[in-house]
């Protein structure tokens, strides 16, 4: 089974600054990872995803992620950060189950991000 | 239209009560989820159905009843529940075939229950 380790818990940061969050995972098969954020009183939203080719992975809102495969790790990162991008973070990672044809994913334990105006 | 809808928003209910969340989405996809997401935690899995046929129930109590009447609607039927259950209830969907590996999961907005 996989798992998903998010290390930061809560990120407090100012507008304009950068911003990179990590994500680990454990799993020894072909893995789909993704980014969802979830606004205060809102539903979970793709950022991005990653399933193969350029490791480098660009989103919406001028998010991007890494896969570097050699350290399990696919980190959120972005350049700027503003007040609206104040939300939690889940990193996830994708394992499908044969027979069946279904996916399973498995959620990190999130990141708050609060940006100071 | 790639939304799924959950219905209702909120539900309170006592601890002797019945009730049913709702599920849809009308995006022709074949695979629906409950998850189940506590306050400051991240979703965890509750059940999948693959093409109407329940896939996983990753050990969930029995007084958590799903039910996928047709490939657009899934519920979640809820009898004599804890306190400690109430929670924020994701549905979820993909399309989902064999080899396609590019497919997405489209989260609803989630009920959020409590239960007195």
């Known amino acids: 089974a996989q798992s998903v380790s998010q290390h930061n818990h809560h990120v407090i940061l100012s507008e304009a600054a950068s911003l990179e969050l990590g994500c680990n995972y454990s799993?020894?098969?072909?893995?789909?990872l993704f980014w969802y954020v979830q606004y205060p009183g809102q539903h979970l939203q793709l950022l991005l995803k990653?399933?193969?080719?350029?490791?480098l992975v660009k989103g919406i809102k001028g998010f991007e992620a890494e896969f570097i495969k050699s350290k399990f790790s696919f980190n959120l990162r972005k350049p700027s950060v503003q007040w609206s991008d104040t939300a939690e973070y889940f990193c996830?990672?994708?394992?499908?189950?044969?027979?069946?044809?279904?996916?399973?994913?498995?959620f990190g334990t999130g990141t708050k991000l609060q940006v100071i105006p | 239209d790639t939304e799924v809808t959950q219905t209702p928003k909120h539900l309170v209910m006592g601890m002797t009560n019945k009730k049913s969340l709702k599920c849809e989405q009308h995006?022709?996809?074949?695979?629906m989820y409950w998850y189940k997401q506590k306050a400051k935690k991240p979703p965890e899995l509750m059940f999948v159905?693959?093409?109407?046929?329940?896939?996983i129930n990753e050990s969930v109590p029995s007084r958590f009843s799903p039910e996928c009447p047709n490939s657009s609607l899934l519920n979640l039927h809820l009898h004599a529940l804890q306190p400690e259950d109430s929670a924020l209830y994701l549905c979820?969907?993909?399309?989902?075939?064999?080899?396609?590996?590019?497919?997405?999961?489209?989260f609803g907005p989630g009920t959020r229950l409590t239960v007195l």
């Open positions: 990653y399933f193969s080719g350029d490791p």
């Open positions: 995006m022709g996809h074949r695979a």
């Open positions: 996830a990672a994708r394992e499908w189950i044969w027979p069946g044809g279904y996916q399973k994913v498995t």
């Open positions: 799993y020894g098969g072909t893995v789909n």
């Open positions: 979820a969907s993909s399309q989902e075939r064999q080899g396609q590996l590019t497919d997405t999961q489209y």
């Open positions: 159905y693959s093409y109407e046929k329940l896939s």
